[in-house]
């Protein structure tokens, strides 16, 4: 009896056991959950950065070269579905955050314009993971890689803004620490038509340096503290998902092996940072802020 | 607007719209680059004309092209996108997928310099350099070669014991700005030629997924290798079905012209045959036993064609619109026929010419030149110069 559940339990799944990912990592979880949502009738184009590894494991039909390749197969995939009148498909493009920000942003920016039928996914752990920790355009100030040795020097990019600005019909921040949301944003994305984006933090116990058995709570930590921010901006208009009191940003931050050489200051700033991001989005709650 | 057929004259870039339009690409992937740009400009029209159908996108970079390419064609669609010279080499990651993953994309290049000091017109290292990945290569010599080898070029492609994407070569300016009588067949009998595209290995439908992926890197490699040799026989075929439905055909894979107890041919590619014709014409005329063979087919090489045809010749001229430097001896084509024959017995001297350059004229009187050093070379039986710079020669008066 016991057998037969588990058995059914991973026929039903959509993803495999067998992870070649790092212990803690994100990536599978994400895609657990996400493809209990998107379902069987999903294409998913993308590959090549590390918080992706889980998509070796994906049982619906993949298809990815590198990650200087970023929704731009999902282009040509989305045309042949036009062509072939099967927009009952759902088509997703995945990429990591050196892929979003840095090598394929031109890309990414170009899908938007288009306003290409797909749900566009960065799958973001904060630097070059599958090389061995490089930072990327979208690693945190002051976060140690090991191309900045002594802690970043220059901020994150805000990617989900940047693309809110392309006028596409929904963009979202997400997180795996808060399944029920992130479900909840990929429906609403599953039924809308047109470029949707969504951000989502993946932990990386390797690169980031803690317990692999605290990736939920590290990440947790972050979206508790607004680092990572979970809001949503639909047509234009900007919705704060979780506004809870805003934890310090020195849990968050000590939780984890990259930032341990940050001095006072720099914490100091890391938290006028947070919370000035926290009281913009505050203020511009129900607002539409891209005209 | 009917689809009866029409002959009119026409430019390599509009003759291979209509290529297009009749193999019926269903996505079209596109960016701009000079002299491609009126190709994917004339498409445009035709899909605002109501005259085509097709998904047609407007991507940011040829990197972009070529990968929606990909991911198009391996959803089950047929491609067709065209790029030039520096467009060409931003496409040079992507361009790497169709061959070993199979994807029969047809794509036109339209022959333009590489920088640095390049000019828009052309010459033929932007595709050559193509030559390493897998794509079959096949270079026209007008409006018409042009937009029949399309429609060809989709058969060979889809076959499924090659399934290959392939090039179809032309010079920028000298066949994609040159107006030529072009006949455009009827979309009818184009159809009835060459079925609806169906992938019998992949699909990356929900419903009918399937995607078996070569057990090594070394079957992959070994699959896309095999699938050149097997193309040499359907590119004939096909190039000989062809003229039988249509009434037109390029000689498979290469073309011998005025060959007949010949003692030396020169070897030429793409537009400049024709100003070679005339003047192998001419000599003839004047009793110089000298003929014309066209390489038509450059990926996969035609060796064993040149190997049975070698030993009725003394010396081959060959004439390379391209630079390998620092090779073994000279232009692409030159090294290649050399290890095609290297083994043949009785060989020819094999004397290889650089002409026509980032795009400037072939004259005739440079054909002449060449043509008379191939006849010296059969007649003395010595190679003066291993690689000959044509134009470093004063020819006199540019004719």
């Given at each position: 009896m016991i057998n037969?559940?588990?058995?059914?339990?991973?026929?039903?799944?959509?993803?495999?056991?067998?992870?070649?990912?790092c212990p803690?990592?994100?990536?599978?979880?994400f895609w657990k959950i996400a493809l209990q949502v998107l379902g069987a009738n999903t294409i998913v184009y993308g590959d090549g950065p590390c918080a992706m590894c889980a998509l070796r494991n994906i049982k619906v039909p993949h298809y990815g070269i590198h990650f200087s390749f970023v929704a731009d197969g999902a282009t040509g995939i989305n045309a042949a579905l036009r062509a072939k009148g099967r927009e009952d498909v759902t088509l997703i493009s995945s990429a990591g955050d050196g892929a979003t920000a840095d090598i394929s942003f031109g890309k990414i920016s170009a899908a938007a314009e288009r306003n290409e039928n797909m749900i566009q996914i960065c799958v973001d752990n904060e630097a070059y993971m599958n090389t061995g920790i490089q930072k990327s355009g979208l690693t945190p100030y002051g976060a140690w890689t090991t191309t900045t040795p002594s802690g970043k020097t220059d901020n994150k990019k805000d990617i989900p803004m940047i693309i809110a600005a392309h006028k596409v019909p929904y963009v979202a921040t997400a997180s795996v620490a808060y399944p029920i949301d992130l479900k909840r944003k990929l429906e609403k994305a599953m039924s809308i038509k047109g470029f949707k984006f969504i951000h989502t933090i993946i932990?990386?116990?390797?690169?980031?340096?803690?317990?692999?058995?605290?990736?939920?709570?590290?990440t947790k930590l972050g979206v508790d503290s607004w680092v990572t921010p979970l809001y949503e901006v639909e047509e234009g208009v900007l919705k704060v998902s979780r506004k809870a009191e805003a934890k310090p940003v020195n849990e968050y931050l000590t939780a984890q092996g990259r930032f341990r050489r940050l001095s006072e200051e720099q914490i100091a700033y890391i938290q006028s940072e947070v919370d000035d991001k926290r009281d913009d989005l505050m203020a511009q709650d129900g607002k539409k802020i891209i005209h | 607007m009917s689809d009866k057929e029409f002959t009119r004259m026409m430019e390599g870039n509009e003759a291979a719209a209509w290529g297009a339009k009749l193999s019926r690409a269903e996505v079209v992937p596109a960016y701009p680059i000079t002299p491609q740009t009126e190709l994917i400009s004339n498409i445009a029209t035709l899909i605002a004309e109501g005259k085509m159908k097709t998904e047609y996108i407007m991507v940011e970079?040829?990197?972009?092209?070529?990968?929606a390419a990909v991911g198009a064609s391996a959803a089950g669609a047929r491609v067709f996108t065209a790029s030039s010279s520096q467009g060409v080499a931003f496409m040079d990651e992507p361009l790497w997928i169709?061959?070993?993953?199979?994807?029969?994309?047809?794509?036109?290049?339209v022959n333009r310099t590489m920088a640095p000091l390049g000019g828009l017109r052309p010459d033929h290292n932007d595709s050559m350099h193509q030559r390493d990945k897998g794509w079959i290569l096949l270079y026209c010599e007008n409006s018409q070669e042009v937009l029949d080898t399309i429609i060809q070029a989709y058969k060979i492609a889809e076959n499924p014991e090659i399934y290959l994407p392939v090039g179809v070569c032309y010079d920028g300016y000298f066949v994609s700005a040159t107006a030529t009588p072009t006949t455009v067949p009827d979309q009818a009998q184009v159809d009835e030629w060459l079925p609806s595209y169906t992938h019998e290995w992949y699909s990356l439908m929900p419903d009918s997924h399937k995607m078996p992926a070569p057990k090594s890197f070394l079957e992959m490699r070994m699959g896309v290798a095999e699938a050149h040799e097997k193309a040499k026989k359907v590119i004939k075929d096909v190039d000989a079905e062809f003229k039988k439905q249509f009434g037109r055909?390029?000689?498979?894979?290469?073309e011998e012209y005025n060959c007949e107890d010949a003692e030396a041919v020169i070897v030429t590619m793409d537009s400049m045959t024709g100003t070679a014709r005339d003047v192998i014409d001419e000599m003839r005329e004047e009793g110089k036993k000298i003929g014309l063979i066209k390489l038509k087919c450059f990926r996969p090489f035609p060796s064993e064609e040149f190997k049975k045809i070698a030993k009725k010749y003394k010396a081959i001229g060959v004439v390379d619109r391209n630079n390998s430097f620092g090779s073994a001896g000279g232009g692409i084509v030159a090294i290649e026929l050399s290890r095609a024959l290297y083994d043949a017995p009785d060989k020819p001297l094999i004397v290889d010419f650089h002409v026509g350059l980032s795009g400037t004229d072939v004259t005739m009187n440079q054909i002449r030149y060449i043509a008379d050093e191939t006849l010296e070379a059969a007649k003395t039986g010595k190679v003066k110069h291993v690689v000959d710079w044509v134009e470093s020669?004063?020819?006199?008066?540019?004719?």
């Open positions: 037969e559940i588990f058995d059914q339990h991973y026929k039903d799944a959509k993803i495999q056991g067998g992870s070649t990912c803690g990592c994100g990536g599978p979880l932990p990386c116990p390797t690169g980031w340096r803690f317990d692999p058995a605290k990736a939920v709570e590290v | 970079g040829e990197h972009t092209a070529m990968a169709p061959p070993g993953r199979r994807l029969p994309i047809v794509m036109c290049y055909g390029y000689g498979g894979i290469i020669h004063d020819l006199g008066e540019v004719m």
